[in-house]
């Protein structure tokens, strides 16, 4: 039996968030996730989504990518890019090969991952954006830090805070590890779940954790001169928060 994906959407639109933000992007988000983070505001991909043959992902990939043909960034980048996502894409088996076949083609490819599986197995093409999880998502305790050791200067790790707590564990963890000398760090604000979207499953909010704010957590960035690019998610600017296929 051919390989397959269990897909929950394909779709071109701009990437909104990473060091990439603003270029044209086919996004590929899988189903299924292990994690249950506070904030998460994709809970549909936990279990909506239909089994597919990888030829026929890659196919649609392609297809989306027709009218860009022969589109480049100044630093030689084909358009669009391709990133995998969730849910998390690890997750699945076929999800490493699929990925390299992809980087065969010529695509730029990115996976945002949530950091809780081995990225071992990943093309050495392929631009991991991981997360590393702070204590308000409710599932710190799942960051694989083996896989720090594993990062390219190509790959980025993503810090998304909510509470001051989140802030002073993430400044933390940046300077013990290192981890601005390996790669690129983005710290992300927590953007406030919709009623609608706050999935039953979802972890609780810590009860004895102060809300930080945007500006505050660009402000304390500044004050303690860390090595980290803040980034907004640009999609929930363009369209409304909860709308998906952007």
Known sequence: MSASLVVNEIYLSLQGESSWAGWPCIFVRLTGCGLRCSYCDTAYAFTQGKRQPVADVIAEVRRLAESYAGARTPDGHRLPLVEFTGGEPMLQAPTPATLRALCDEGFTVLIETGGAHDLSGL?????????????????????????????????????????????????????????????????????????????????????????????ELVEAMIADRLPARFQLQQHKFIWPVDQRGV
Not at 147 to 166: A, M, Q, R, T
Not at 185 to 190: A, K
Not at 198 to 209: E, I, T, V, Y
Request: proline share 10%.
């Open 123 to 215: 093309d050495p093409r392929v631009r991991a954006i991981m997360d590393l999880k702070a204590p308000s998502s409710g599932e710190a305790a799942k960051n694989r830090w083996a896989n720090l050791p594993l990062l390219k200067p190509i790959d980025e790790v993503k810090f998304v805070l909510g509470s001051w707590e989140d802030y002073a564990w993430a400044k933390q963890v940046l300077l013990e590890h290192r981890i601005a000398g390996r790669c690129t760090v983005l710290f992300s604000w927590v953007a406030p779940l919709e009623p609608h979207q706050r999935d039953s499953s979802l972890k609780p909010f810590p009860a004895d954790h102060r809300p930080i704010s945007r500006r």
